[in-house]
């Protein structure tokens, strides 16, 4: 589902720097949670607001939705959370080595074409990016409502160096370090199945 174009995201996001954190700049936020793909930030603002000692980062490439985002964070007030207006293999080549709490990955696209599989949020190459920078112990939590996307993702998640902590099937969002996306609460409306892994760094 698009996101239809809002024209005053891109001059919002440039009026309000101090919810804005360039790529380049990630590594003097970490350590902090990532969130890959926030789409329009419900998450990372209820994640940030249950949870304000610990800092959490929004990676969005769509301009409307980086400008949401952008929009709530500024009227909610929050002061541990910030958006990176950037792509996600941008964020992933800039970031050192073990810096990062943990990594989630939110009803991300699913690609359905095979010949596009290579630029899903779980593929080999961004997996093996994912564990690089995390630290040891730390997790990389994935939700989804796609099956093939979710089993795709344990086949190759199979192959890493990732421990494979869980694969949910109907995930009930009872884990406490958690909150709802827009896109969870509209399936879940609908009754519709969420699938949840967590994948941990040796």
């Known amino acids: 589902m698009r996101t239809k174009f809002k024209p005053w995201a891109e001059p919002y996001i440039n009026e309000h720097p101090e919810v804005m954190c360039p790529f ?5 936020e970490a350590p902090c949670y990532l969130e890959i793909g926030s789409g329009k ?30 929009k709530k964070l500024v009227e909610n007030k929050v ?15 800039a970031v050192n080595d073990n ?3 943990g990594i989630f990955l939110n009803f991300s696209d699913p690609w359905p074409k095979k010949r596009h599989h290579k630029r899903r949020l779980t593929s080999e190459s961004f997996i093996s990016e994912y ?5 040891k112990g730390s997790r990389l939590i994935f939700k989804t409502d796609n099956y093939d996307l ?10 890493s160096s990732f421990k494979l902590v869980e694969a949910n099937y109907s995930y ?27 994948l941990e760094k040796l």
């Not at 380049?24 to 003097?28: P, Q, R």
């Not at 979710?150 to 192959?159: G, H, K, L, Q, R």
């Open 24 to 28: 380049d700049k990630l590594n003097e």
């Open 41 to 70: 930030g419900q998450f990372l603002v209820d994640m940030a607001s249950k949870f304000p000692n610990e800092k959490f980062i929004g990676v969005e490439r769509n301009v409307t939705c980086a400008g949401i985002t952008a």
């Open 79 to 93: 002061a541990n959370a910030k958006l990176i207006f950037a792509d996600a293999q941008q964020i992933t080549a």
């Open 99 to 101: 810096s990062i709490d």
């Open 131 to 135: 564990y690089r920078i995390l630290k």
């Open 150 to 159: 979710f089993t795709y993702s344990i086949e190759i998640v199979s192959a």
């Open 172 to 198: 009930d969002g009872s884990d406490d370090f958690d909150a709802i996306t827009e896109y969870e609460a509209n399936f879940r409306s609908q009754n519709l199945p969420i699938y949840r892994l967590i």
